[in-house]
């Protein structure tokens, strides 16, 4: 049994409980302090034991990228739960099959095929999904909004979603919060639409990490969906640096260990593609004696680490922590997750939801 950091096995995704529940703690607050619901995301950490310290603290309900993700978290006694994207076809029968064991499950929609896709099952609700300037997803006008809503039904209908997740990474306050106000006007004028045709629209959710403390503030949204606030990553860490949505600490680290160390210039690690998220910054040592020491991939298993300008470089079996360049799809990598406070392993706990995105 592993009871000490420096013998968990690596490569190894390890959170700091005490900075974990640092952030949960604050975003629960600011949403409170603000009078919105706080939805979290599960997309990045995939986790029930997560999702339960969330509801525990006052979360309205969990949010989740895909039905597969819903599916495993439901099993893991998560009741509360929003798809994030849009309905399709081959989600029919699940989602009926879902909605039949009693949890509270919502979806959302962004056409009339999508909303010919909803099995007949009493209990699902169903959102309008806006787009608010991603084009990733959503209808693109009122009118559009109007229909559906109108077809979905109203003991069906539920409200709307509108997230803009291409303003979570813009550097500087201002910037962000601008894009995200022009993204919540287009987001309110599709809610004043629904309202003057006769559609209650009570349930308004969207936002993001990045775009969190603007989101409360406007007041468009009743409810908000950070997922990344928990963990935190070095693409975050860029865009927010010490501004106001740059609150939370980093709590999720890839624990490596060094595994040879002939080179002149540099030694390897256990901890390579394999081990993380290639979308964002390369892996940075979270050791301040290695901060300066790049970090450069070797290959599926292995990366390399510079020595360090000064000081003694890391020695053989060493182990050495990195910050992920994106948490979302670096969790996706791993089956556990090691919760630890300082060098003591607390809890190792499953990631029901990992590779769940069918």
């Known amino acids: ?103 509270d499950l919502s979806v959302v929609v962004d056409s009339a095929a999508s909303v010919a896709a909803l099995p007949p099952a009493p209990g699902l609700g169903v959102l309008v999904d806006v787009d608010v300037g991603l084009h990733r997803t959503g209808v693109t006008t009122p009118e559009a909004a109007a229909e559906l809503a109108q077809s979905i039904g109203p003991d069906r209908f539920r409200g709307v979603q509108g997230y803009g997740g291409h303003w979570q990474h813009i550097a500087g306050l201002g910037k962000r919060r601008a894009a995200v106000s022009a993204g919540m006007e287009r987001l ?68 490596a260990r060094v595994v040879s160390i002939n080179a002149a210039s540099h030694v390897t690690v256990d901890a390579g593609l394999k081990a993380f998220a290639t979308d964002g910054p390369l892996p940075r040592a979270a050791d301040p004696r290695y901060a300066g020491c790049r970090y450069f991939w070797y290959g599926d298993e292995h990366g390399g680490l510079a020595r360090p300008a000064e000081g003694p470089p890391p020695a053989l079996g060493e182990r050495i922590e990195f910050i992920p360049p994106h948490c979302d799809p670096t969790v996706d990598r791993y089956d556990r997750l090691v919760l630890v406070r300082g060098d003591t392993v607390v809890e190792v706990v499953p990631i029901e939801a990992a590779r769940r995105s069918q």
């Open 1 to 103: 049994m592993v009871t000490g950091r420096a013998a968990i096995p690596t490569p190894a995704l390890v959170v700091e409980l005490d900075a974990l529940e640092r952030n949960l703690a604050a975003a629960q607050h600011l949403a409170d302090e603000h009078g919105v619901g706080l939805r979290p995301h599960a997309k990045t950490h995939k986790c029930a034991e997560i999702a339960h310290r969330q509801l525990a603290l006052g979360a309205r309900g969990i949010c989740v990228a895909k039905l597969g993700e819903a599916e495993a978290l439901a099993a893991a006694g998560i009741d509360r739960l929003l798809v994030t994207s849009p309905v399709h076809p081959g989600w029919t029968t699940r989602l009926a099959d879902l909605a039949a064991t009693g949890i």
């Open 188 to 255: 309110s004028t599709v809610v004043r639409a629904l309202r003057e045709a006769g559609h209650p629209v009570d349930w308004v959710t969207g936002g993001g990490t990045g775009s969190f403390a603007a989101d409360a503030e406007l007041g468009v949204l009743t409810e908000v969906q950070p997922g990344s606030y928990v963990f935190m990553d070095s693409q975050y860490r860029d865009a927010l640096d010490e501004d106001a949505d740059g609150q939370y600490e980093q709590s999720l680290f890839v624990q």
